[in-house]
T-cell receptor, first 115, second 108 residues
Framework: DGGITQSPKYLFRKEGQNVTLSCEQN?????MYWYRQDPGQGLRLIYY???????QKGDIAEGYSVSREKKESFPLTVTSAQKNPTAFYLC??????????????FGPGTRLTVL | QKEVEQNSGPLSVPEGAIASLNCTYS??????FFWYRQYSGKSPELIMS????GDKEDGRFTAQLNKASQYVSLLIRDSQPSDSATYLC????????FGSGTQLTVLP
C-alpha cells in the first residue's frame, strides 16, 4: 500500500529532552513537509524539503531541526529550545511540478506531550 | 489580513440539508485550491481539488471557485452525521497555505 507513515503515534517528553519524530513515504514524492497543529488551530509549516539533502524553514522553524538523507524519509527533531512543543505534528508529501508543489497527502500524525 | 480565511464556526446543519463552507484568499496568483476534511484527532484527508473557475462535482460534494472574487466554497448535499468534521481550505501558489478550518456538525 502506498502512503505515509509516522511514528510514534503518541510521544511523551520531559522538559529539556530532544525527541525525534519519524516520517516515511513510499509515494515516490519529491517534496515532504512538517506541520504543527495546536487545538482548534490550523496547520503551521515548520520545515519542508523539495529534494534530498536540501530543506527550507517554514513559518515556525525555531526549536526544530530536520534532515533529508533519503527521498523516502524526513525526520523531525524537537529540541529543548522549543518552548511549547506540546502539539499534534503532521508530516505530508507531494509531487513537484516545475516551481509548484502539488496537493499534499498527510500521514496519521504524532501527538507530542511535554510532561 | 490572513492569507486564507474561513469562518471558524461551528456550523450546524440538520441531516439531509446542504452545508455551505466558504473560504477567501488574498494572493491573486494562487493557482490551485483544495478542501481537506479532518475528523477530530485525525490527520487531514484531501476530498476536493479545483483549478479553474466554476463548479466541480464529486458525489455529494461540489467545489466552487471564483478567482475574480478570490473565493472558493464547498457544498455538501444531503449532509450526513458522518460529515461532521473540520474542513480546511488550502490554496496553492508555490507552497500550500491552509485556512484555520470550519467545524461542521450535522445533527441527526
Amino acid at each position: 500500500d502506498g502512503g505515509i507513515t509516522q511514528s510514534p503515534k503518541y510521544l511523551f517528553r520531559k522538559e529539556g529532552q530532544n525527541v525525534t519524530l519519524s516520517c516515511e513515504q513510499n509515494l515516490n514524492h519529491d517534496a515532504m513537509y512538517w506541520y504543527r497543529q495546536d487545538p482548534g488551530q490550523g496547520l503551521r509549516l515548520i520545515y519542508y524539503s523539495q529534494i534530498v539533502n536540501d530543506f527550507q524553514k517554514g513559518d515556525i522553524a525555531e526549536g526544530y531541526s530536520v534532515s533529508r538523507e533519503k527521498k523516502e524519509s524526513f525526520p523531525l527533531t524537537v529540541t529543548s529550545a522549543q518552548k511549547n512543543p506540546t502539539a499534534f505534528y503532521l508530516c505530508a508529501s507531494s509531487s513537484v511540478q516545475g516551481e509548484s508543489y502539488n496537493e499534499q497527502f498527510f500521514g496519521p500524525g504524532t501527538r507530542l506531550t511535554v510532561l | 489580513q490572513k492569507e486564507v480565511e474561513q469562518n471558524s464556526g461551528p456550523l450546524s446543519v440538520p441531516e439531509g440539508a446542504i452545508a455551505s463552507l466558504n473560504c477567501t484568499y488574498s494572493d491573486r496568483g494562487s493557482q490551485s485550491f483544495f478542501w481537506y476534511r479532518q475528523y477530530s484527532g485525525k490527520s487531514p484527508e484531501l476530498i476536493m481539488s479545483i483549478y479553474s473557475n466554476g463548479d466541480k462535482e464529486d458525489g455529494r460534494f461540489t467545489a466552487q471557485l471564483n478567482k475574480a472574487s478570490q473565493y472558493v466554497s464547498l457544498l455538501i448535499r444531503d449532509s450526513q452525521p458522518s460529515d461532521s468534521a473540520t474542513y480546511l481550505c488550502a490554496v496553492n501558489r508555490r507552497l500550500m497555505t491552509f485556512g484555520s478550518g470550519t467545524q461542521l456538525t450535522v445533527l441527526p
